[in-house]
């Protein structure tokens, strides 16, 4: 989870702004009257956003002007120790509050995390792989950039699974996926749709860029795959040109054609063709 600096600084300097205010009307209402519930406030939102340091220092901030405000009012207990037990009572449980929503934050973030990835391969899944796609092609639409969409389906894997069990099978798919990582720039998407089928987005990438990084992984594909017993290779089709209104879907479907064009040329290859304008 990335926090700019901007909302780092809001949340930190809002949050000891409130605190310290909170202590004002604390203090206006004297013993009676119970307003501390107004300190988790600051705590519970930068527990949700930053991370346990931060949340630890409003949940300390908020117990030090807790204190004041109840010394300032003249409250009074039979002994010092009372005054030791109540603060850091009340200190643990600004503490403990502000620990749990950073936990749950962080939990909420990792289940996230993980629903958007193929455990297999560490890749993006085809869920997350449509939604970043759908952001890519946006992107290059609004700014008039060109744009890669890949289609990649290995070649003779059946018989990897076939001979030497899904086991084996599993890790030719880790090897490939890999390799394919190791050849993406860091704004290419790299994901796997499912079974032996793996998809790129290639963003501000013209079809002669494309070309070279498109026949790049089909080479590396081979290199790290070439010990194993079963000679797979990968085919891969591809479409490349302006986007514009189009969808993800629409360019799947001719990328999908293209990688039947390939497969029907003989495996091992690369079919790319260019979007009309």
Same mark, same amino acid.
């Given at each position: 989870?990335?926090?700019?600096?901007?909302?780092?600084?809001?949340?930190?300097?809002?949050?000891?702004?409130? %605190?310290?205010?909170?202590?004002?009307?604390? *203090?206006?209402?004297?013993?009676?009257?119970? +307003? &501390?519930? !107004? *300190?988790?406030?600051? +705590?519970?939102?930068?527990?949700?956003?930053?991370? *346990?340091?931060?949340?630890?220092?409003?949940?300390?901030?908020?117990?030090?002007?807790?204190?004041?405000?109840?010394?300032?009012?003249?409250?009074t207990f039979s002994g010092p120790m009372?005054?030791?037990?109540?603060?850091?009572?009340?200190?643990?449980? &600004?503490?403990?509050?502000?620990? =749990?929503?950073?936990?749950?934050?962080?939990?909420?973030?990792?289940?996230?995390?993980?629903?958007?990835?193929?455990?297999?391969?560490?890749?993006?899944?085809?869920?997350?792989?449509?939604?970043?796609?759908?952001? !890519?092609?946006?992107?290059?639409?609004?700014?008039?950039?060109? !744009?890669?969409?890949?289609?990649?389906? !290995?070649?003779?894997?059946?018989?990897?699974?076939?001979?030497?069990?899904?086991?084996?099978?599993?890790?030719? =798919?880790?090897?490939?996926?890999?390799?394919?990582?190791?050849?993406?720039?860091?704004?290419? %998407?790299?994901?796997?749709?499912?079974?032996?089928? &793996?998809?790129?987005?290639?963003?501000?990438?013209?079809?002669?860029?494309?070309? +070279?990084?498109?026949?790049?992984?089909?080479?590396?594909?081979?290199?790290?795959?070439?010990?194993?017993?079963?000679?797979?290779?990968?085919?891969?089709?591809?479409?490349?040109?302006?986007?514009?209104?189009?969808? %993800?879907?629409?360019?799947?479907?001719?990328?999908?054609?293209?990688? *039947?064009?390939?497969?029907?040329?003989?495996?091992?290859?690369?079919?790319?063709?260019?979007?009309?304008?």
């Amino acid at each position: 989870m990335v926090v700019s600096l901007r909302e780092r600084f809001v949340l930190l300097v809002g949050g000891a702004t409130w %605190i310290l205010l909170t202590g004002v009307p604390d *203090y206006a209402s004297g013993v009676e009257d119970r +307003i &501390f519930p !107004l *300190y988790f406030l600051p +705590i519970c939102l930068v527990g949700w956003r930053l991370g *346990y340091k931060s949340t630890l220092g409003m949940a300390w901030l908020s117990t030090a002007t807790w204190v004041v405000s109840n010394l300032l009012t003249g409250m009074t207990f039979s002994g010092p120790m009372v005054w030791v037990v109540n603060t850091v009572t009340q200190g643990a449980s &600004f503490s403990f509050v502000g620990v =749990l929503v950073v936990f749950a934050r962080r939990s909420y973030w990792l289940a996230e995390k993980r629903s958007r990835v193929d455990p297999l391969t560490g890749l993006l899944n085809g869920r997350a792989f449509a939604e970043e796609a759908v952001r !890519l092609i946006a992107l290059c639409a609004r700014h008039g950039r060109p !744009l890669t969409v890949a289609y990649l389906d !290995l070649d003779h894997f059946k018989q990897v699974n076939d001979r030497f069990g899904h086991s084996r099978g599993d890790q030719v =798919l880790a090897m490939v996926a890999t390799a394919l990582h190791d050849v993406a720039r860091e704004t290419d %998407i790299v994901s796997r749709l499912g079974g032996d089928e &793996f998809a790129l987005v290639l963003p501000e990438t013209d079809q002669s860029g494309a070309a +070279i990084v498109l026949e790049r992984a089909r080479d590396r594909v081979v290199q790290v795959l070439r010990d194993e017993p079963v000679r797979v290779t990968v085919s891969i089709g591809a479409v490349t040109g302006l986007p514009g209104r189009r969808l %993800i879907d629409e360019l799947l479907k001719f990328a999908d054609a293209n990688l *039947y064009d390939a497969k029907e040329r003989g495996k091992d290859r690369v079919t790319l063709t260019a979007l009309d304008a």
